[in-house]
């Protein structure tokens, strides 16, 4: 019997659903302003291969910053971590996800982490491959051997939405040329990253990608390892530290379970050993994290005691 119960869960997404409109669409990158903020779905996929969920489970989520914790994964099983480390710190900031104000400060250049957008443009650089195409098949072929799911693909309306207004994310390349981080051509660059980041999924498919994170990275149908068992624990680690943007202290404390989120409202969770969890929110709170899926998960957390760090 999963400990995980339907009407549970539903109730819960009501409770959430309350705090929507406290929150605000992102409507930065254009396209992303059409969701509805009031829309909140989950989903719970446990080891024994269950799901659970409850909202609107078919609505797709594009991930925007949860892709960032999947290049990195394919990176670091590219390079290894030695080479990907050279180009990328690991320490949280304490500053936005698009700041531009601490790059500077490290000597010689290095972005601090790879969730923030610096970190991650100079991550998505390193995936391996002739041409953006060719990376972007081998990041798709990745996320659909992690999700169990043939069919993801990208939302071209969101990429291109993003492409045509990311000047910010630009100019961060710019700075990552001229120090050496980056060697490519920005608008190439920028072709792949926004492809990336709209990459789309259900609730469903984010839950199982969080299960393989929560298992050391095997299959939870077949056994199989899909990422070296340090590639998860080091994207683990960063969802710990880094995951939740400038607000991931405050959720390790009121939450205590490794996440990723993105400004489309979607949150990745991997609960080590016990299960992934699936939230599509987009109503967000200030630092650009979705505010009924932090209320959610905090009503998980509580409920199921699924903080890492252990206590009630
Ligand atoms: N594509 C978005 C950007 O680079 C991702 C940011 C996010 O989800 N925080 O701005």
Same mark, same amino acid.
């Given at each position: 019997?999963?400990?995980y119960n339907q009407e549970e869960l539903a109730r819960f997404v009501e409770e959430a659903k309350q705090y929507a409109r406290y929150g605000k669409v992102a409507d930065y990158i254009p396209a992303l302003g059409?969701?509805?903020?009031?829309?909140?779905?989950?989903?719970?996929?446990?080891?024994?291969?269950?799901?659970?969920? +409850? &909202?609107?489970?078919?609505?797709?989520?594009?991930?925007?910053?949860?892709?960032?914790?999947?290049?990195?994964?394919?990176?670091?099983?590219? #390079?290894? @971590?030695?080479?990907?480390?050279?180009?990328?710190?690991?320490?949280? *900031?304490?500053? !936005?996800?698009?700041?531009?104000?601490?790059?500077?400060?490290?000597?010689?250049?290095?972005?601090?982490?790879?969730?923030?957008? +610096?970190?991650?443009?100079?991550?998505?650089?390193?995936?391996?491959?002739?041409?953006?195409?060719?990376?972007?098949?081998?990041?798709? +072929?990745?996320?659909?051997?992690?999700?169990?799911?043939?069919?993801?693909?990208?939302?071209? @309306?969101?990429?291109?939405? @993003?492409?045509? *207004?990311?000047?910010?994310?630009?100019?961060?390349?710019?700075?990552? /040329?001229? #120090?050496?981080?980056?060697? @490519?051509?920005?608008?190439?660059?920028?072709?792949?990253?926004? /492809?990336?980041?709209?990459?789309?999924?259900?609730?469903?498919?984010?839950?199982?990608? %969080?299960?393989?994170?929560?298992?050391?990275?095997?299959?939870? #149908?077949?056994?199989?390892?899909?990422? !070296?068992?340090?590639?998860?624990?080091?994207? /683990?680690?960063?969802?710990?530290?880094?995951?939740?943007?400038?607000?991931?202290?405050?959720?390790?404390?009121?939450? %205590?379970?490794?996440?990723?989120?993105?400004?489309?409202?979607?949150?990745?969770?991997?609960?080590? &050993?016990?299960?992934?969890?699936?939230?599509? &929110?987009?109503?967000?709170?200030? /630092?650009?994290?979705?505010?009924?899926?932090?209320?959610?998960?905090?009503?998980?957390?509580?409920?199921?005691?699924?903080?890492?760090?252990?206590? %009630?």
């Amino acid at each position: 019997m999963n400990v995980y119960n339907q009407e549970e869960l539903a109730r819960f997404v009501e409770e959430a659903k309350q705090y929507a409109r406290y929150g605000k669409v992102a409507d930065y990158i254009p396209a992303l302003g059409k969701a509805n903020p009031s829309e909140l779905s989950i989903a719970i996929y446990t080891p024994d291969d269950e799901v659970v969920s +409850a &909202g609107d489970v078919t609505v797709k989520v594009t991930l925007q910053s949860i892709s960032k914790i999947l290049a990195l994964a394919l990176v670091l099983m590219d #390079h290894g @971590e030695d080479d990907v480390f050279r180009k990328v710190g690991m320490e949280p *900031t304490g500053d !936005p996800f698009n700041s531009i104000a601490k790059l500077e400060e490290v000597q010689p250049a290095k972005p601090l982490n790879p969730m923030i957008n +610096a970190g991650a443009l100079a991550v998505t650089h390193m995936i391996r491959g002739r041409s953006v195409e060719e990376r972007l098949g081998r990041l798709l +072929a990745f996320v659909r051997r992690l999700a169990g799911n043939e069919q993801i693909t990208y939302s071209k @309306e969101v990429a291109q939405s @993003e492409f045509e *207004t990311a000047f910010l994310n630009r100019s961060l390349c710019y700075f990552l /040329k001229q #120090h050496g981080i980056i060697d @490519e051509d920005v608008e190439e660059l920028m072709d792949l990253y926004t /492809k990336q980041c709209a990459i789309e999924m259900t609730c469903i498919d984010l839950a199982r990608i %969080g299960l393989v994170f929560a298992l050391d990275g095997r299959d939870p #149908h077949s056994g199989e390892p899909l990422m !070296p068992l340090d590639v998860a624990r080091i994207c /683990k680690t960063f969802m710990v530290t880094c995951g939740m943007y400038n607000a991931s202290g405050e959720f390790a404390i009121k939450i %205590g379970i490794p996440a990723k989120s993105g400004v489309s409202g979607g949150i990745l969770a991997a609960v080590p &050993g016990r299960c992934g969890i699936g939230i599509f &929110g987009p109503a967000l709170d200030e /630092k650009g994290n979705s505010l009924t899926g932090i209320k959610l998960l905090e009503r998980l957390s509580k409920t199921y005691s699924l903080s890492i760090f252990g206590g %009630g």
